[in-house]
């Protein structure tokens, strides 16, 4: 059983940083994409980042440069360090795994279907 567990998240002030884990379990880890995603209130999920199973990275325009995603294959853990954080990046964040049979959430060429429970971060101005 695959299990996501999402830390690290809370309230900072604008320019601030934070670094958000994501301890996966019961996952091929290094198989396939990881990923964080954010949601706003109201609105759909969206993707942030990914890091592919080679390493490579990709963003969304509106976090390029202030984060960046990483892994460690020793302790199964996804990252993404915040900094420059925006009040605008006050969304509850999520980390996912990509499900390449089921998976129900395309993002940047990959099919994610695992999903954390996620971590609230709010950026004050």
């Known amino acids: 059983q695959v299990q996501l567990v999402e830390s690290g998240g809370g309230s900072v002030q604008a320019g601030g940083s934070l670094r958000l884990s994501c301890a996966a379990s019961?996952?091929?880890?290094?198989?396939?994409?990881m990923g964080w995603f954010r949601q706003f209130p109201g609105k759909e999920r969206e993707g942030v980042a990914v890091i592919d199973s080679d390493g490579s990275t990709r963003y969304a325009d509106s976090v390029w440069g202030r984060f960046t995603i990483s892994q460690d294959n020793a302790t199964n853990t996804l990252y993404l360090q915040m900094s420059s954080l925006k009040p605008e990046d006050t969304a509850m964040y999520y980390c996912a795994a990509e499900d390449p049979l089921y998976g129900g959430s395309w993002y940047s060429n990959c099919r994610f279907g695992y999903w954390g429970q996620g971590t609230q971060v709010t950026v004050s101005s």
């Open positions: 019961g996952y091929t880890y290094r198989r396939y994409c």
